[in-house]
């Protein structure tokens, strides 16, 4: 009997410290992929203050910016912007890892090229890191507020103010840029990841040299994980492409309100 309190209290030890890696392990992960949810202004608000730790004189902009319709617009449009770009960031930092563990393609080739190994696994980091860069470049035009246009005109309208257009293109060059980068960057990186997957999946342990069945589990379990990640690239090379529309889109929207 005396045993019984001592197994319980291995097992409530053990079961805590298990508790507490897999919660160290969510908020890891949930912060490297988090989403900002679409809520009202306010939440959302307050859900960019919490994940960027905004200080309070920024967040009263935010919160004055949401009481007007185009605010509102406003803010809505570069949550999606920081969620697109958080979104990449993981998918690049994912397909760094797959490359590593799971993909030689050098031994699928036959012939031995280690450095393409780790060449492909710091190409999808520098592609992180970009997106990283772009989703800090989006929450900054966030907390800048949209940019107010001057006059069209100006001495009572009798002459064009060179300073509307000149605002007008920098207001479209945000557009542009992301336009780029999903069209060619993130979209051609996404397809090329999934074709390098596909030729060579590979256990970073080929298979063969383990024991059954080690060999046929870890086979099974390597061939669906890039599977999966195939099918994930090329649904984000997809949603790449419509995401590069709409920015193009919004582009030539605003130059529709040059003062030619």
Request: aromatic share 14%; glycine share 4%; proline share 5%.
């Amino acid at each position: 009997m005396a045993g019984e309190p001592d197994f319980l209290s291995s097992v409530t030890s053990r079961y805590a410290t298990a508790r507490d890696v897999f919660t160290r392990i969510s908020a890891f992960l949930n912060k490297a992929t988090f989403k900002i949810k679409r809520a009202p202004p306010l939440e959302t608000i307050d859900e960019i203050a919490k994940r960027f730790k905004t200080d309070d004189y920024d967040r009263l902009k935010l919160k004055e910016l949401a009481e007007t319709k185009t605010g509102v617009a406003f803010i809505e449009e570069k949550t999606q912007d920081i969620n697109r770009a958080s979104f990449h960031r993981s998918a690049f930092a994912l397909n760094a890892f797959t490359h590593l563990f799971f993909v030689d393609l050098a031994a699928q080739l036959s012939f031995s090229f280690l450095p393409l190994k780790f060449a492909l696994a710091i190409a999808n980091v520098i592609l992180a890191l970009l997106a990283h860069s772009s989703e800090r470049q989006s929450y900054r035009a966030l907390i800048a507020g949209p940019n107010a246009l001057p006059p069209k005109r100006r001495f009572w309208g009798m002459f064009p103010n060179p300073a509307y257009n000149r605002a007008v293109k920098k207001n479209s060059r945000s557009y542009a840029q992301s336009a780029w980068e999903e069209k060619s960057l993130f979209r051609p990186a996404y397809f090329a990841n999934a074709a390098v997957i596909f030729l060579g999946a590979q256990f970073i342990l080929p298979p063969d040299r383990l024991i059954f069945p080690a060999s046929f589990i870890v086979g099974k379990i390597s061939g669906l994980f890039t599977t999966l990640v195939i099918a994930f690239d090329v649904w984000r090379g997809v949603r790449a492409g419509d995401a590069a529309r709409i920015a193009r889109e919004k582009e030539v929207s605003v130059y529709r309100h040059l003062d030619i």
